[in-house]
């Protein structure tokens, strides 16, 4: 849409292997954490461009996903503290620049911060689809690849590390991690799962299945095992979820990802949305000016959202409480700017409104970190 | 204030100045909000449309004209109609409301509609300016999260020494 | 009346007390009808987001605004009732009135009930309210007391899911808990507001006059129904969510719109227990129950409602149910106008009779700094020192909320502020102000809302014969039945507890360093005006209906025996707070509940001695 060359930020790929020492899962479980948190501002950015009081069952659909995806990062962080490791949050290279080329994809995939629509919604399916052939490095069926093929391979991947590893080190040896810093349900419950401890190897198994059964559906069906993990009501998955406003229909109960949805009609009005320059930065709004104050008011709270992030996995679980109203004031602050025209006459000409950029650097985090938690 | 709706807000010419630049401009001298505020509620058509079907394009082009001869200060309207519609618009900007006229007022814009107040849309309300001017938010609408409320208020004394809840 | 429609058990109302019995019931193997006369739109998503998109688009923000109006089953609303320029007052709407003071308190007839718009405050009542005419001399007592309670009191507050800190509420209250209780969780955290009332108030004596009693004041945090952090303790307590999507309504966000409608279901409503109801409960909506049908022993047969279609048309058909036992949970006014209708359980001529609420007393001022109104719940602290002691011979005690949502009760801030503001007075003819505008608008508005401070005073109303509710054949609802009469009147003994109030106000005022604003006056808005002893003073209903279908241990004097269960029909029980002699100065529904889970227990034994087969015993043989 721009002049200029889409900026394609690749995140770290772990080699193409299972796991093979405690030092070498902890950096897969690592860009686990990082390539959960990649899908979390195009999703967050799809909301904030709704148009306020429209929409309604596809900003509910998007809010579910975000915070599965947010309990998937904080199991994540369980696990890998569980393993002996540290998780990074507060860095820069944790946060990818968008547009990013998705990891653990054989296609090329390119994730944006794009507004509410089909073009969305087509980047989220690819993000989300499920890879029912994809067995570990290793595994006679894929011993043509010479790299990852999709994102369900590369958590089988860690699955399968974490078996051996078991095995070898013994259970109580590779969970040796301090139970102290593993975040519980007090702060994070019915919304899609709860959080819980990881301690053994059965709750390691438990929240990787939770991660690859919420995002793309239990047994090759259209639903997920929110019913029989958490007791709560089943759902569709996050790809068959993005599906269903896609293709403007729910699931039904018997439907198959063959059959596709044959459920009842989900509205959606696409015109209802704010739409934004997928490649804005925020050195595109003037300096001095109310939109690029808000801009990087917004980056701000985000780098201050990744600190508290990251105290809530390093040992102060209480501090994952403060990332509500953290979260709520980027909501605030993302509303406005995306009802704001862009301040480039030729842009704001097509249409065009502001959006935040999540362009967090480490002065940013270093600023934020330096701040008290409220 | 412009009173054209353009067919669609998406295509406008290159260099035109952004939607109803006129209303913006004098609702930040009525609210004391900035541009970005009020265009961050979303309501400038919606409010920018109520004000002109509730009053008629004659009345807002005095009302225009007035504040223009006060030197763009409401507080210097002297007319008492045109006071009675800055303050029925900074009504509409606060609490998404659009307020009852004083009779006089009514009866001498000739007005056909009844005189009532009432919530512009469900998203006016939520939209509402006067709880930022206490750092709070519209009841139902925009909450700050648990616990928030054990905070001091932004930019009181008490905020650094605040403990968190 | 067609085979199909027999039933173990019968209950009348879908609120919290109806929607316990059904589930306790439920979950051991009865077959429950539950009849209710609202529509259950709100069960779905859709509706609740249509409750609050009603909300957000009403003028004003009552408890009832989110909720549709419903012709075939209306219910009384607090914008019903028009204060008279000198005084008195005009009842428009469902109610009809004609007491000496107004009946102001309102209620909600759908799926849920009155939990839809409830505060979601439950505090337990205090061991001395169970006994207030032996040892204080007013009201009536209750055949039971607090000890008895207990247990049932701990089996609501993890059907509610009760949020609150047990040791706080013993040390500070006298509350007795078993050892080692916790809340299913945490207590919600304190408003900043709390936090500066305690600073200043904490450990402070007063006396209400110089010769007076003395207490010592303390801020003590209040239980709630409402989704906050679960206490590890409470045998790991998993939060309800919402109703209507799954996997939504976490833990309160801080809404502060607890009255009238939770946007994220955070507050306890009655919902969340159908939600969990097994499947031997069913729900019949839109079934208005208007007869209890009674055989000649006194036995009741079970019920006639109409079934409607749509709540705006005056249309319905008129269907029999039958069950072992029927449980009325309809709502205190409305329990009481079905028992009317039917000419039972009357004997004692108590049915109607009793109505009491918690008269409430609103001061309101300015503190000399923000405080951060309109965050949070409505209330996440009180006042607890004047709920008891030897002054409720004098007057009545009360309780003292602090609001945390500024002066939005009593003045209807902070529109009433922009308003005021602009210039723009209450009368449409009167000339307006000159008004402020642009920043000066702004920083003022900022600089007064952000300082308002409200305390209300919520007063123990003593039983009395002549508060009841009866009924009108000349003024009929859409349906055809008898619109409720209310008669109501408050005692000296409430009136100089109102007083005691004000005064304790003034000084409690004097301590923050707060300008008094509060002003009573006659008016479109007070039909709670009155005088006494030459002071004037308005009062507020708060929801809370209690008393008309009174509990005793006397069929002589009383409509209910200490289980609900109706004195004159032995499987007829009205359950709720009806059947409360006295209501101390607790938000009754928590009461409510643990009374409802307690006439459950009774019912499913009532049932089991029903089916129990008849043993024939051999003379001399072995037992």
């Known amino acids: 849409m721009t002049a200029a060359a889409p900026l394609r930020a690749v995140l770290p790929e772990p080699p193409f292997r299972v796991p093979r020492d405690r030092a070498d899962l902890q950096m897969f479980l690592q860009a686990a954490l990082t390539l959960e948190h990649l899908t979390i501002p195009p999703y967050l950015t799809a909301m904030h461009t709704l148009r306020a009081g429209t929409n309604r069952p596809a900003f509910f659909v998007i809010r579910s996903v975000v915070l599965e995806e947010m309990l998937h990062m904080t199991l994540v962080a369980n696990l890998l503290n569980a393993v002996g490791g540290r998780p990074l949050v507060a860095h820069s290279r944790f946060v990818s620049a968008y547009p990013a080329r998705l990891p653990f994809s054989r296609d090329d995939v390119t994730v944006a911060l794009r507004h509410f629509g089909v073009e969305a919604l087509e980047t989220f399916l690819a993000v989300e689809r499920p890879a029912y052939v994809a067995e570990p490095p290793g595994h006679p069926s894929v011993r043509e690849d010479d790299g990852w093929t999709s994102v369900g391979q590369f958590y089988r991947t860690i699955r399968e590390g974490v078996l051996r590893l078991a095995d070898r080190l013994g259970e109580r040896e590779l969970f040796r991690g301090d139970p102290a810093r593993q975040v519980g349900p007090g702060d994070f419950y019915n919304s899609g799962g709860e959080v819980f401890p990881v301690t053994d190897l059965a709750s390691a198994l438990t929240a990787l299945r939770v991660i690859t059964e919420q995002g793309e559906g239990a047994d090759r069906t259209v639903f997920d095992s929110d019913d029989r993990l958490f007791g709560e009501a089943r759902q569709p998955a996050h790809y068959f979820r993005f599906e269903e406003i896609l293709r403007q229909r729910s699931y039904g109960p018997h439907d198959t990802p063959a059959t596709g949805p044959s459920g009842p009609a989900l509205a959606v009005t696409w015109h209802d949305v704010h739409p934004i320059d997928p490649a804005a930065r925020a050195a595109d709004y003037p300096p001095g000016g109310e939109v690029r104050r808000a801009a990087d008011r917004f980056d701000d709270v985000y780098a201050l959202l990744l600190c508290v992030l990251e105290r809530a996995f390093t040992g102060d679980p209480g501090a994952l409480r403060r990332t509500v109203p953290t979260m709520l004031e980027l909501r605030d602050l993302a509303g406005w700017l995306c009802r704001n025209p862009h301040p480039d006459p030729e842009k704001r000409a097509r249409g065009l409104f502001a959006s935040p950029t999540y362009e967090i650097t480490d002065s940013r985090l270093a600023r934020a970190r330096s701040e008290p938690a409220g | ?165 | 009346m067609t085979a199909g429609d027999r039933h173990d058990v019968i209950v009348v109302g879908a609120g919290l007390a109806g929607s316990l019995v059904a589930k306790h019931l439920g979950d051991r193997g009865r077959r429950v009808l539950v009849l209710e006369a609202g529509t259950r739109t709100l069960d779905t998503w859709p509706g609740h987001l249509d409750a609050l998109n009603t909300y957000y688009a009403a003028l004003a923000k009552v408890p009832n605004a989110p909720y549709r109006p419903n012709a075939a089953a209306p219910s009384p609303d607090v914008l019903d009732l028009e204060g008279l320029p000198s005084g008195g007052y005009r009842a428009h709407g469902y109610f009809l009135q004609d007491g000496p003071l107004p009946y102001a308190s309102d209620y909600l007839r759908a799926c849920g009930g009155t939990t839809l718009h409830w505060m979601g405050l439950v505090p337990r009542m205090h061991p001395d309210d169970f006994a207030v005419r032996a040892d204080y001399g007013y009201g009536r007592d209750w055949p039971l007391g607090y000890a008895d309670l207990e247990p049932h009191y701990r089996a609501a507050e993890h059907a509610l899911g009760a949020a609150g800190d047990a040791d706080e509420q013993r040390e500070a209250i006298g509350l007795p808990f078993p050892p080692g209780y916790a809340y299913p969780m945490r207590a919600i955290p304190r408003s900043h507001l709390d936090r500066l009332l305690a600073a200043r108030l904490d450990g402070v004596p007063l006396r209400e006059t110089p010769d007076g009693p003395g207490t010592v004041l303390r801020v003590v945090t209040t239980p709630h129904a409402r989704n906050g952090t679960p206490d590890p303790r409470h045998d790991h307590y998993r939060p309800a969510g919402a109703t209507g999507l799954p996997n939504y309504g976490e833990r309160c966000v801080g809404n502060a719109s607890c009255v009238p409608i939770c946007p994220v279901q955070a507050k306890y409503d009655a919902r969340k227990t159908q939600a969990a109801w097994s499947h031997r409960v069913t729900l019949r909506a839109r079934a208005v129950v208007n007869r209890v049908l009674v055989a000649g022993d006194g036995r009741v047969l079970g019920v006639e409602y109409q079934r409607y279609d749509d709540p705006a048309a005056p249309a319905h058909t008129t269907r029999t149910a039958e069950a072992d036992v029927v449980v009325l949970a309809a709502h205190a006014v409305e329990n009481a106008r079905l028992l009317l209708l039917s000419g039972l359980a009357n004997s004692s001529d108590q049915v109607g009779r009793n109505l009491m609420d918690h008269p409430t007393l609103l001061t309101w001022g300015l503190l000399n700094r923000p405080v951060g109104p309109f965050r949070g719940p409505g209330s996440t602290s009180g006042l607890e020192c004047f709920r008891t002691g030897p002054a409720r011979r004098a007057r009545a005690p009360f309780r003292v909320e602090i609001a945390n949502w500024g002066w939005s009760w009593p003045t209807g801030a902070p529109a009433s502020d922009v308003a005021r503001l602009l210039g723009i007075g209450a009368e449409p003819g009167a000339p307006r102000g000159a008004g402020l505008f642009g920043t000066a608008l702004r920083e003022t508005l900022g600089h007064e809302v952000g300082r308002q401070l409200c305390l209300q005073f919520a007063m123990e109303q003593d039983a009395e014969s002549r508060n009841r509710v009866t009924l009108d054949p000349r003024h009929r609802d859409a349906l055809g039945n008898p619109r409720p009469v209310l008669t109501y009147d408050l005692s000296e003994h409430v009136k100089r507890g109102i007083a005691a109030a004000r005064a304790v106000s003034a000084r409690l005022f004097a301590l923050l360093g707060a300008d008094d604003r509060t002003a009573y006056a006659p008016g479109p808005a007070a039909p709670g005006w009155y005088r006494f002893e030459g002071r004037d003073y308005v009062f507020q209903g708060a929801g809370h209906a209690a008393g008309t279908h009174v509990m005793g241990d006397s069929p002589a004097t009383s409509v209910v025996d200490p289980w609900q269960r109706c004195w004159d029909h032995p499987n007829l029980y009205a359950v709720g707070c009806g059947s409360m002699p006295s209501v101390g100065t607790s938000n009754p529904s928590l009461t409510m509940a643990a009374l409802a889970l307690r006439s459950a227990e009774a019912v499913d034994r009532d049932l089991a001695e029903l089916r129990r087969p008849l043993v024939v015993r051999q003379p001399g043989g072995s037992s």
């Open chain 2, 1 to 165: 204030m412009d009173t054209q709706h353009p067919a669609t807000t998406a295509h406008e010419p290159p260099g035109a100045p952004p939607e109803c630049a006129g209303f913006v401009e004098l609702s930040v001298r009525l609210t004391g909000f900035d541009e970005f505020d009020l265009r961050g509620t979303g309501m400038v058509r919606l409010y920018h449309d109520t004000t002109l079907e509730q009053l008629g394009r004659a009345a807002v082009g005095r009302f225009l004209d007035d504040l223009a001869a006060a030197g763009g200060d409401p507080g210097a309207l002297a007319d008492e109609v045109s006071r009675d519609i800055a303050r029925a618009i900074t009504h509409l900007w606060y609490l998404g409301v659009w307020p009852s006229l004083a009779r006089a007022t009514h009866a001498a814009l000739g007005r056909g509609t009844p005189n009532t107040a009432f919530v512009v849309s469900p998203e006016a309300w939520t939209e509402g300016l006067a709880w930022r001017t206490f750092h709070g938010h519209p009841p139902g609408a925009r909450p700050p999260g648990f616990g928030t409320w054990a905070d001091p208020p932004p930019g009181t004394p008490d905020r650094a020494a605040g403990d968190v809840a």
